[in-house]
């Protein structure tokens, strides 16, 4: 993963992300199920990376206008290379930071996003932002991280590189989960102008044949890649190596399987 900052560096990553979209498949099931987008809604997807949720949306109510907004150019092109290959009508994505949307104000009637808010440079921002463009009465639904250590996989990696590489190279976990904590998504909410909310804690599993299965996929994704290069080689093989003594305690006999916990947030403007 190359790091801008406090959190990755998308652009970088754009062509390697769908690795993971099937590990994080049910959230967006569990989303767009919370948002019963109906025919001729207008919908939202912030931070939609390289397209999903919003593409399985497209698919499934041709009837609903959706367009999807990410910061980073790179993820954004190859969400749109899919709606080239598809030929989907009703949907279209647009590199736009969520602090600073351009559509109108009550634009939508329903805005969603998965694993994007708790990344935003400015959350509160990029809430207000979500408040403006939806409709009075609008629906929205958005999963974020929950805390540190139910984020698992991260949480492996975090421990693993915490003595080894310089504080700049440590994976993003305190911005992955900054919204995580008790109470820090509803008062989000709140300072942006919601009123009408719930967040539930929800939990899924990462599923994996084996470690090696894992390993392969955070080496094609290219995740730990920054990490990686700022150690020395012998270093690299102690790091998988305590990362496959972490995974040891998920190890069933239908393979790896890692729970991991996120906050949903639904709620009506
Ligand atoms: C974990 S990915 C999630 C992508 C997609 N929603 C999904 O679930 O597959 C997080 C995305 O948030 C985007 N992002 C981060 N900060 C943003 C901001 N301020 N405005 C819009 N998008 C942002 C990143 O570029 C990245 O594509």
Redesign the pocket.
């Known amino acids: 993963m190359g790091h801008k900052g406090n959190?990755p560096d998308?652009d970088k990553i754009a062509e390697k992300f769908d690795i993971f979209?099937p590990q994080?498949a049910p959230v967006g099931e569990v989303l767009l199920q919370a948002l019963a987008v109906l025919p001729g809604d207008k919908v939202l997807d912030?931070?939609?990376?390289?397209g999903?949720?919003a593409l399985t949306l497209a698919r499934r109510q041709p009837h609903a206008v959706i367009a999807g907004?990410?910061?980073?150019e790179g993820?954004v092109r190859v969400a749109q290379k899919k709606v080239v290959a598809e030929r989907l009508p009703n949907i279209s994505f647009q590199t736009m930071?969520?602090?600073h949307l351009t559509f109108g104000d009550a634009s939508f009637d329903k805005v969603l996003?998965?694993?994007?808010v708790m990344?935003?440079?400015d959350p509160l921002k990029?809430c207000r932002e979500i408040h403006r463009v939806l409709k009075p009465g609008g629906a929205f639904a958005f999963a974020v991280w929950s805390t540190p250590e139910t984020m698992t996989t991260m949480s492996w990696a975090a421990r693993a590189f915490k003595d080894r590489v310089p504080e700049e190279h440590q994976p993003p976990i305190r911005k992955v989960t900054s919204l995580g904590g008790p109470g820090v998504l509803d008062e989000l909410l709140r300072s942006a102008g919601f009123t009408q909310f719930s967040v539930t804690p929800h939990r899924f599993d990462y599923q994996y044949a084996s470690f090696d299965a894992y390993w392969s996929a955070m080496e094609a994704s290219e995740i730990l890649r920054q990490q990686f290069n700022a150690l020395p080689v012998a270093e690299q093989d102690s790091i998988r190596d305590e990362i496959a003594r972490f995974a040891r305690d998920f190890q069933t006999d239908h393979g790896l399987v890692i729970p991991h916990e996120y906050l949903l947030a639904v709620g009506r403007k």
Do not use: Y
């Not at 912030?46 to 390289?50: P, V, Y």
């Not at 996003?113 to 994007?116: E, K, P």
């Open positions: 959190q998308w979209l994080i912030l931070a939609s990376g390289t999903e949720p907004i990410d910061a980073a993820m930071p969520a602090e996003c998965r694993f994007g990344l935003f440079e990029g």
